[in-house]
Antibody
Framework: QITLKESGPTLVKPAQTLTLTCSLS??????????VGWIRQPPGKALEWLAL???????NYSPSLKSRLTITRDTSKTQVVLTMNNLDPVDTATYYC???????????????WGQGALVTVSS | QSALTQPRSVSGSPGQSVTISCTGT?????????VSWYQQHPGKAPKLMVY???KRPSGVPDRFSGSKSGNTASLTISGLQTEDEADYFC??????????FGTGTKVTVL
């Protein structure tokens, strides 16, 4: 059974760096074709894709946030970490991690999602 | 990379059909057959309803169907049910392994 769970601080001060961890269960990033993405959603607003990390260490970022984001995995390949620097109150959102696969000729979308982690940026 | 455009809201009575549009550009929706749709109930995580424009994951009712014409993708819900009341978001591959989501549509069952 595939599950994902986000963890991290609930309150961060402006200009600080946010570090969020996505813990994977039922799969790992050592499995061929597997990917984990991060998506966020400000309160009452739309989803926004942030970053994606694949099993082969291929990393991709939203062009508008690329300079502020880093996505990595731990050595066990069961956790995916997203860091975002220089936080601003507009970064207040629920941050989700989600499972996907990189298959030729198809895009399965984000098939499994974590419960989300609400992060508030405020002084 | 701008958000895909969706109507803010659509509504229908139980049993009716509603269609949600998702308009992008030739660099995203129009350029690839990789559009997915997500249903989100209040306070819950999104749920994948359609991928590759028209395909449904296992367990998604066949009342949900996707299509695409040019730079606009659509999600149709046939035989609307009360549990279909939710927010819906489209998402498209935008090249170079990047993605863009839509602005979201609230579906109301009258």
């Amino acid at each position: 059974q595939i599950t994902l769970k986000e963890s991290g601080p609930t309150l961060v001060k402006p200009a600080q760096t946010l570090t969020l961890t996505c813990s994977l269960s039922g799969f790992s990033l050592s499995t061929s074709e597997v990917g984990v993405g991060w998506i966020r959603q400000p309160p009452g607003k739309a989803l926004e894709w942030l970053a994606l990390l694949y099993w082969n260490d291929n990393r991709n970022y939203s062009p508008s946030l690329k300079s502020r984001l880093t996505i990595t995995r731990d050595t066990s390949k069961t956790q995916v970490v997203l860091t975002m620097n220089n936080l601003d109150p507009v970064d207040t959102a629920t941050y989700y991690c989600a499972y996907t696969e990189d298959k030729s000729g198809t895009d399965i979308g984000f098939d499994y999602w974590g419960q989300g982690a609400l992060v508030t940026v405020s002084s | 990379q701008s958000a895909l455009t969706q109507p803010r809201s659509v509504s229908g009575s139980p049993g009716q059909s509603v269609t949600i549009s998702c308009t992008g550009t030739g660099s995203d929706v129009g350029g690839y057959n990789y559009v997915s749709w997500y249903q989100q109930h209040p306070g819950k995580a999104p749920k994948l309803m359609v991928y590759d424009v028209t395909k449904r994951p296992s367990g998604v009712p066949d009342r949900f169907s996707g299509s695409k014409s040019g730079n606009t993708a659509s999600l149709t819900i046939s035989g609307l049910q009360t549990e279909d009341e939710a927010d819906y978001f489209c998402c498209s591959y935008a090249g170079s392994s990047t993605y863009v989501f839509g602005t979201g549509t609230k579906v109301t069952v009258l």
